[in-house]
């Protein structure tokens, strides 16, 4: 029998959970009514808008970008793989989880990317991950202030120290890889288009600081692969860098209109991941109508160029609007863009505004974007017409001049 000491003698613990308080950026926006997470989408009809609260509005913060999640393709040949392959693997990729499905979608993206091989894992937040494995202990990583939390936790998994630029310095970078030691593994860590602020790293600064100091260009594709480039390859492509790229990661969530995402390189790279990268060997491998919808939806990036021809024409509209009503946009030309609002309850007041003008927008704050440096995120797609793309401009504009917007005009 387990012995208890007397209640009398029972010392005072700290509560694990005394800390599972919400912070005080998102508590404000709570008790003043305007909380815009976790806001659930009723239906999607399709032409950019979604129903929520009982009535449609547009959608002005998707990645979607090139409107393929709802394309009768894509949905098809998700619902024929479901049909014939059931709703999960129930196993890892390295057990009884691989399907034919798998290694043809593998070969048809490394085609694409233009790498030796690939390996489809679950989302693309693994596919970050699963970069861990890379990250050994005589390594050190040089990364962008502005790389995604899937990269910074890959760094954390990893053994290998990492040093962190200011966004898009190259100058910085420099010094940083000319006083590393020159005995360790150099790997240099960037987002193609950066998902924030939708602005393209300097990736020509960094192929270039890479070769001269001998170091790897580790690249996250997860907003640029099927948008930018000529063939639709992403950011290396689009500044006819695609051959320097040494590890590629993407994601299906965007552009592929899906779920999932893939790691691309060298091969010998690629088998090793498959063999020692913990978050892809231990994780139920990508469900088949997932797989089916990211290789329907790869067919169409490499047939219909269309696509990505209209969504940079809705970006443009956007961003040539959003400046004329007095907003700090910086150059870019892609269809994210970030308007600063200063502090999180103004920022969420902004966002509530934009709701009931009929335009569901993005808030990002700590820890997406630091301090006090609340922003409204919004995207276009290909399924934006411009009229739509005007009563977006519209909806800002009518709020701006109501609420104001701290920083960003």
């Keep these: 029998m387990l012995r208890t000491e007397p209640e009398s003698e029972c010392r005072a613990v700290t509560d694990p959970f005394s800390k599972c308080r919400l912070p005080e950026e998102f508590e404000a926006p709570a008790r ?37 999640s709802g394309d009768p393709r894509v949905t098809e040949a998700a619902a024929e793989a479901l049909r014939r392959l059931g709703a999960g693997n129930s196993g890892s990729r390295a ?3 691989t399907l034919e499905l798998h290694r043809t979608l593998e070969a048809e993206l490394a085609a694409f990317l233009g790498h030796e091989a690939a390996m489809v894992v679950s989302t693309g937040y693994q596919a970050n991950l ?17 790389i995604h939390a899937s990269l910074i936790d890959a760094a954390r998994l990893g053994q ?28 240099v860590l960037t987002e193609g288009m950066f998902s924030v602020g939708g602005d393209l790293s300097d990736l020509p600064g960094i192929v270039k ?23 639709g390859r992403g950011a290396a492509e689009h500044h006819g860098l695609q051959p320097a790229v040494d590890v590629q990661t993407v994601t299906f969530s965007k552009c592929f209109g899906t779920l999932g995402g893939a790691v691309a390189g060298p091969r010998h790279v690629v088998e090793y991941l ?11 491998s990508l469900p088949p109508s997932c797989t089916a919808a990211a290789l329907a939806a790869l067919g169409i990036i490499r047939a219909e160029p269309e696509r990505r021809r209209a969504v940079m024409s809705a970006a443009e509209r956007l961003r040539s609007g959003l400046v004329a009503l007095g907003f700090a946009i910086p150059p870019g030309g892609t269809p994210t863009v970030s308007l600063r609002m200063g502090n999180a309850l103004a920022c969420c007041r902004f966002w509530a505004g934009l709701l009931e003008e009929g335009v569901l927008a993005n808030v990002m704050l700590p820890p997406s974007v630091p301090g006090e440096s609340a922003l409204i995120r919004l995207s276009v797609t290909a399924a934006h ?13 009518s709020v701006a001049d109501r609420l104001g917007a701290a920083e960003g005009r």
């Excluded at 806001?39 to 002005?60: F, I, K, Q, S």
């Excluded at 600081?209 to 948008?227: C, K, M, P, Q, T």
């Excluded at 017409?385 to 504009?397: K, M, Y």
Aim: glycine fraction near 14%; aromatic fraction near 6%.
């Design 209 to 231: 600081l890479a070769a001269r100091h001998g170091a790897r260009v580790v690249l996250d594709s997860a907003h640029d692969a099927g948008l930018l480039g000529p063939g």
């Design 274 to 284: 498959r063999h020692s990268a913990r978050p892809a060997l231990f994780s139920a």
């Design 130 to 146: 699963t970069l861990s494995a890379l990250f050994g202990p005589r390594d050190v990583l040089f990364a962008d202030r502005h």
């Design 95 to 97: 057990l009884n989880g």
């Design 32 to 68: 003043a009514g305007c909380y815009p997470f976790y806001l659930p989408v009723e239906e999607r009809p399709g032409g950019g808008e979604v129903v929520v609260g009982g009535r449609r509005v547009l959608m002005a913060g998707s990645n979607d970008y090139l409107a393929l």
């Design 160 to 187: 290998a120290p990492m040093r962190r630029y200011r966004h898009n310095d190259m100058g910085q970078l420099a010094r940083l890889l000319e006083e590393a030691d020159p005995e360790a593994g150099a790997m």
């Design 385 to 397: 017409t411009g009229g739509q793309v005007d009563r977006i401009l519209g909806a800002v504009a």
